[in-house]
């Protein structure tokens, strides 16, 4: 995974529920091929919801965008998700504290989280 895939993976292992939800059930199918990968994915997940920088990162609307999807995800129990996922993983260390990375705060979009209109379910247009 690049750079790059990886901070968009965590966005999402962040922030989306269902991504959260994907990595809970590939879990439970078995272990992770690419456990290490996702331990770190994860504790980038896990930065990006603790405290904003004060300074260094890249834009006020990448900052507002970050702390708009922090207080979104705390309906959705996102923080407390990601924390048991990293025991089900068996992740070694203490869990990222302080505040997110600077150079993480992107304006990164997320998936549109929506339920499908019931035209959708049944096929039609």
Known sequence: MTERERLQAAYEL???????HTIWNRLQ???L?????WARVLD??????????????????????LAHYQAQSRAYGMPRGLYRLRTALGVAG??????????????IGLPEFRRP?????KGTP
Do not use: C
């Open 44 to 65: 980038m997940a896990i930065a990006l919801h603790l405290a904003l920088p004060e300074r260094g990162f890249s834009s006020p609307s990448a900052l507002h965008r």
């Open 94 to 107: 203490t869990p990222p504290h302080g505040s997110v990375p600077a150079a993480w705060v992107r304006d």
């Open 33 to 37: 091929s690419d456990r290490d990968e």
């Open 14 to 20: 962040a922030f989306f529920p269902p991504r959260l």
């Open 29 to 31: 199918r078995g272990p």
């Open 117 to 121: 209109l019931a035209n959708q379910r």
